[in-house]
């Protein structure tokens, strides 16, 4: 078992920037594959952003390309998703992900989310 812990999350004006951070712990970090989802309000979850094992590759959906930046701390088991030019459409609640495999679709394990509210 991976157990996933968020936080960073806030209210911020559009435009600004927040940073979450994901801690894992119970297994070896360095084994999964993490990400970033995110589900706003009578939406469905989406993928945000993906990084490797080692962090030397990193992906992300569309609508962040360019403004937000996923890494890793694999000494401090922890995953980071820095979020610049924020927009209102940002809105929604952030949530950690962990899988062995392929985490860009139904991985294994999730964190239990944290609020990021974008004012305009």
């Avoid at 157990?3 to 979450?20: T, Y």
């Avoid at 945000?48 to 990193?58: D, K, M, W």
Wanted: aromatic residues 10%; hydrophobic residues 30%; positive net charge.
């Amino acid at each position: 078992q991976v157990q996933l812990v968020e936080s960073g999350g806030g209210l911020v004006q559009a435009g600004g920037s927040l940073r979450l951070s994901c801690a894992a712990s119970g297994r070896t970090f360095s084994n999964y594959v993490m990400g970033w989802f995110r589900q706003a309000p009578g939406k469905e979850r989406e993928f945000v952003a993906g990084i490797s094992l080692t962090g030397g590759r990193t992906y992300y959906s569309d609508s962040v390309k360019g403004r937000f930046t996923i890494s890793r701390d694999n000494a401090k088991n922890t995953v980071y998703l820095q979020m610049n030019s924020l927009k209102p459409e940002d809105t929604a609640v952030y949530y950690c992900a962990a899988d062995q495999g392929v985490v860009t679709s139904n991985p294994n394990y999730w964190g239990q989310g944290t609020q990021v509210t974008v004012s305009s």
